[in-house]
């Protein structure tokens, strides 16, 4: 594992114009400590201390050309840290992502802790089937295979790269046997489901198109345009999900849907309109955004 090495002065030495860049790129020190506690054979509390400067040789995964170059990447080209170190946390998973999956927010955590919350009330949707559409890295999918194990959990995502990287992480996590994955598009791929699903969760695109461009660098550049851009108003896949998910929902069946602030009203709007739906709310996040909206079928 630990393939590569270097002397703890040459570290150090590096370490300290590294910081220096950061600081001057406005970025934090604890993703430089971060980059050397997941490369090197160093622990975090060395890294935090400085105290390595006179070992004769640090171990790690890369040589210290490739640490410089993966810095580099971060604070000039804006690379996503999740990206460089190939891996993010979200909820109690490790999970592999590369610039094919959106990198999981820490805000889209709740959509998992809304369904459970659901479902004391409707304890018959804890099994059944379970939908992720527009499944990514996983993520949802992953962590509602271990929220509701009597449930079996279908993931759909259009990118076939993608659906790679979620299939990876099921194996990673002993979660294969509980998910069937689907390249597709929405509920294209489970039309011999109707009437069956229990919840049906989604994180889909929702940025107006011209709202992409303006966003943070490591967003804008970095992350798979096709699961940030929602169309001209950013409803676009919102919609398509409202109008044919009744379909899919059996009685009282669940939709989540996480949304950009500001778009409650109008999505509320949209889940009446269809006069399909009961029990239609949203909820924030932590941030007290209005970040999902909730319904049931009637």
Same mark, same amino acid.
């Not at 703890?8 to 790129?25: H, Q, R, T, V």
């Not at 689907?182 to 969760?201: A, C, H």
């Not at 949209?270 to 924030?284: F, G």
């Given at each position: 594992?630990?393939?590569?090495?270097?002397?703890?002065?040459?570290?150090?030495?590096?370490?300290?114009?590294?910081?220096?860049? $950061?600081?001057?790129?406005?970025?934090?020190?604890?993703?430089?400590?971060?980059?050397?506690?997941?490369?090197?054979? #160093?622990?975090?509390?060395?890294?935090?201390?400085?105290?390595?400067?006179?070992?004769?040789?640090?171990?790690?995964?890369?040589?210290?050309?490739?640490? %410089?170059?993966?810095?580099?990447?971060?604070?000039?080209? %804006?690379?996503p840290i999740q990206y460089l170190i190939g891996k993010c946390y979200w909820r109690d998973l490790e999970l592999k992502v590369?610039?094919?999956?959106?990198?999981?927010?820490?805000?889209?955590?709740?959509?998992?802790?809304?369904?459970?919350?659901?479902?004391?009330?409707?304890?018959?949707?804890?099994?059944?089937?379970?939908?992720?559409?527009?499944?990514?890295?996983?993520?949802?999918?992953?962590?509602?295979?271990?929220?509701?194990?009597?449930?079996?959990?279908?993931?759909?995502?259009?990118?076939?790269?993608?659906?790679?990287? $979620?299939?990876?992480?099921?194996?990673?996590?002993?979660?294969?046997?509980?998910?069937?994955?689907?390249?597709?598009?929405?509920?294209?791929?489970?039309?011999?489901? %109707?009437?069956?699903?229990?919840?049906?969760?989604?994180?889909?695109?929702?940025?107006?198109?011209?709202?992409?461009?303006?966003?943070?660098?490591?967003?804008?550049?970095?992350?798979?345009?096709?699961?940030?851009?929602?169309?001209?108003?950013?409803?676009?896949?919102?919609?398509?999900?409202?109008?044919?998910?009744?379909?899919? #929902?059996?009685?009282?069946?669940?939709?989540?849907?996480?949304?950009?602030?500001?778009?409650?009203?109008?999505?509320? %709007?949209?889940?009446?309109?269809?006069?399909?739906?009961?029990?239609?709310?949203?909820?924030?996040?932590?941030?007290?955004?209005?970040?999902?909206?909730?319904?049931q079928k009637h």
């Open positions: 594992m630990f393939e590569q090495e270097f002397s703890g002065c040459d570290l150090f030495s590096w370490y300290k114009e590294a910081k220096a860049i $950061a600081l001057n790129k406005a970025i934090s020190i604890g993703e430089l400590n971060y980059i050397l506690e997941e490369f090197t054979a #160093l622990d975090s509390l060395s890294i935090r201390l400085q105290n390595y400067q006179h070992r004769e040789k640090i171990l790690s995964k890369k040589t210290l050309l490739e640490l %410089k170059e993966i810095w580099k990447l971060r604070t000039e080209k %804006k690379h590369t610039p094919d999956v959106l990198i999981p927010r820490p805000e889209t955590e709740l959509i998992i802790d809304i369904a459970l919350q659901v479902t004391q009330d409707f304890p018959m949707l804890k099994t059944g089937h379970w939908a992720d559409l527009g499944t990514g890295s996983g993520a949802i999918a992953l962590s509602l295979a271990k929220t509701f194990p009597q449930a079996h959990i279908h993931a759909i995502d259009k990118s076939p790269n993608a659906l790679s990287i $979620a299939k990876e992480n099921a194996h990673n996590l002993g979660l294969k046997e509980k998910i069937t994955f689907y390249n597709g598009s929405w509920f294209q791929p489970l039309s011999r489901l %109707k009437n069956s699903f229990s919840g049906i969760l989604s994180n889909p695109p929702y940025i107006p198109s011209d709202i992409v461009p303006t966003l943070q660098a490591e967003v804008a550049n970095h992350e798979p345009k096709s699961a940030l851009d929602g169309g001209k108003d950013g409803l676009q896949d919102i919609k398509t999900i409202i109008n044919q998910a009744p379909e899919y #929902l059996q009685k009282n069946g669940l939709l989540i849907i996480e949304i950009m602030a500001g778009q409650s009203p109008e999505v509320c %709007k949209i889940l009446e309109s269809t006069h399909q739906y009961h029990s239609i709310k949203s909820h924030s996040d932590f941030a007290q955004i209005q970040r999902f909206v909730i319904a």
